[in-house]
Nanobody
Framework: QVQLAESGGGLVQAGGSLRLSCAASGSTFSFFVMGWYRQAPGKQRELVASITSGGYTNYADSLRGRFTISRPSSENIMYLQMNSLKPDDTAVYYC?????????WGQGTQVTVSS
């Protein structure tokens, strides 16, 4: 069983920055790919960024350049650095991990960007 816990969300003004963290725990945690997704009110959940166990990263085209996903190899923590935030970035941000045992989700962390 894998547990994912997000943190770092909050309220920020447009143009500001936040760094989200996703801490993974479990008996033996190894993954194929981890990612950040977000869901705004009334919208479908969408991929923000992902990172493979080999370090290959992928971003939603609209977010490339403002958001950076990372995962230090020695830690079971994944980060999402978000810069130049816009009100349209307001959403609940979820952590996801795909492992040999299946896909897991965190509970989400709210990010609110005020104009």
């Amino acid at each position: 069983q894998v547990q994912l816990a997000e943190s770092g969300g909050g309220l920020v003004q447009a143009g500001g920055s936040l760094r989200l963290s996703c801490a993974a725990s479990g008996s033996t945690f190894s993954f194929f790919v981890m990612g950040w997704y977000r869901q705004a009110p009334g919208k479908q959940r969408e991929l923000v960024a992902s990172i493979t166990s080999g370090g290959y990263t992928n971003y939603a085209d609209s977010l490339r350049g403002r958001f950076t996903i990372s995962r230090p190899s020695s830690e079971n923590i994944m980060y999402l650095q978000m810069n130049s935030l816009k009100p349209d970035d307001t959403a609940v941000y979820y952590c996801n991990a795909v492992t040999r045992g299946g896909a897991y989700w965190g509970q989400g962390t709210q990010v609110t960007v005020s104009s």
